[in-house]
């Protein structure tokens, strides 16, 4: 069992909670995930691995309320114990001096840019991020970001707070960085792989497929990334933006949508 310690809700649906997990937290790299499983009855949620204090014993994890079991996790208060948490899962993101880096985050995958762009920034990068949602009400993790950024770039799809427009349309307008890593909605994903591309600039995605095992066992989280299949629990979640096939993951995020509504339905009767 591991036991919430502290909760904080930091935008409309978005939940943080730092939870006790001494040998996850002494484990824990950026770019890593956990699966939670919240009760006995609970299905297995892979959520990336948003902070960690190793002297404490503890890790963050920032989660959107989307569906029945985020709902369920996001209920929990300080002093609630959670089943079970497995983890640190998933390759690490690969670490090391580019010079001059750029680090994006749309809407809750702030929260998973958050501690990759530290580990550029403590690496010695200038390290240059761009994080952006659809508005004002839904931007997290703002005065983490600025420190560990040379530079911050906020944009709101509405333009109630920062930039008018999207992640992708500042990256557009950058130059003389060598290295891009995004996260966030596909969309924004393929639209930043899409600009990178043409400069041929090294652009990883961390990206998010429906995970059931997370152990490589049962296929539910495949991926088609260049001539190959991989599975994105076991060979990810980091992948070469240029070569992943966008349209299938974006298909296969889709094919559990009508049978989450029907237990996202019970949940709020
Ligand atoms: C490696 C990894 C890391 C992740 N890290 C985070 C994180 O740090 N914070 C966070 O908020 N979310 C993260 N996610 C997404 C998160 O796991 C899902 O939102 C969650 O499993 C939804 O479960 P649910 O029962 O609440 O919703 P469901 O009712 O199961 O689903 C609700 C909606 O979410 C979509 N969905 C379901 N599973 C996923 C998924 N794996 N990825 C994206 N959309 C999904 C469904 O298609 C549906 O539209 C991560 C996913 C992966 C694979
Ligand atoms: S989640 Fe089952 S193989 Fe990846």
């Given at each position: ?12 649906e978005v ?18 995930f ?46 609630d ?78 333009g ?11 990256l ?70 240029h070569a ?10 889709k ?12 949940f709020?009767?």
């Open positions: 069992m591991f036991k919430v310690i502290n909760k904080e809700n930091l935008a409309k939940t943080k909670i730092v939870v006790k997990a001494e040998q996850i937290a002494r484990k824990a790299k950026a770019g890593q956990v699966v939670v499983i919240v009760d006995e009855r609970g299905e297995r949620i892979p959520l990336t691995l948003a902070d960690w204090d190793k002297d404490k014993g503890t890790i963050t994890l920032i989660f959107q309320k989307i569906g029945f079991s985020t709902k369920k996790l996001g209920s929990l208060n300080p002093g114990k959670i089943e079970h948490i497995l983890g640190p899962l998933g390759h690490p993101t690969e670490i090391k001096k580019w010079d001059k880096v750029v680090c994006i985050g749309g809407g809750v995958g702030i929260a998973e840019a958050y501690p990759v762009c530290r580990a550029f920034k403590e690496a010695g990068n200038y390290v240059i991020g761009i994080i952006g949602t659809r508005n004002k009400d839904l931007l997290i993790l703002e005065k983490e970001m600025k420190k560990v950024c040379d530079e911050l770039f906020i944009t709101t799809d509405d109630s707070y920062g930039e008018k427009g999207f992640v992708s349309d500042v557009k307008r950058l130059s003389g960085y060598n290295f891009v890593y995004a996260v966030g909605p596909i969309p924004m994903m393929q639209a930043v792989s899409k600009i990178t591309q043409e400069y041929h600039i090294k652009t990883i995605v961390s990206l998010n497929p429906i995970m059931v095992d997370a152990t490589g066992m049962c296929g539910a989280c495949r991926l088609r990334v260049g001539n190959c299949t991989v599975f994105g629990c076991v060979d990810g979640p980091d992948f070469d933006a992943v096939d966008f349209e299938e993951l974006s298909r296969r995020l094919i559990f949508t009508e049978a989450e509504r029907k237990i996202d339905a019970q709020n009767s």
